[in-house]
């Protein structure tokens, strides 16, 4: 794994979470980077993802309430998520595609995913 995601947790409906995601090693280049979210017993599904670019695509469910951005500087993307809602809840997972980086001797090259984090909104 080396993607690591952060701010989830334990909301009430109309709350509001910060997530980042933030590569462990030094990355070389990426291209799109964005979040992905599970709920139990349901398939994984795209919430918003942005291009290098700073294009950003939002899921409709949360277009206007959830809000990506990126610091490629540092290669970390974000998701603001506001007015949240218990349809919301789920294991929140990071992705980096197009993703290229050398630590030690290990080459990375291709699309991956951070270990996720819950994100539970109470009613």
């Known amino acids: 794994v080396i993607l690591e995601e952060s701010g989830g947790g334990l909301v009430q409906a109309g709350g509001s979470l910060r997530l980042s995601c933030t590569p462990i090693i030094k990355i070389l280049s990426v291209d799109t980077m964005g979040w992905y979210r599970q709920a139990p017993g349901e398939p994984r599904e795209l919430v918003a993802t942005m291009s290098r670019s700073n294009r950003a695509n939002y899921a409709d469910s949360v277009k206007g309430r959830f809000t990506i951005s990126r610091d490629n500087a540092k290669d970390t993307v974000y998701l603001q998520m506001n007015d949240l809602k218990p349809e919301d809840t789920g294991l929140y997972f990071c992705?980096?595609?197009?993703?290229?980086?050398?630590?030690?001797?290990?080459?990375?090259?291709?699309?991956?995913w951070g270990q996720g984090t819950q994100v539970t909104v109470s009613s």
């Open positions: 992705r980096a595609e197009g993703l290229t980086a050398v630590d030690r001797d290990t080459y990375y090259d291709g699309d991956y």
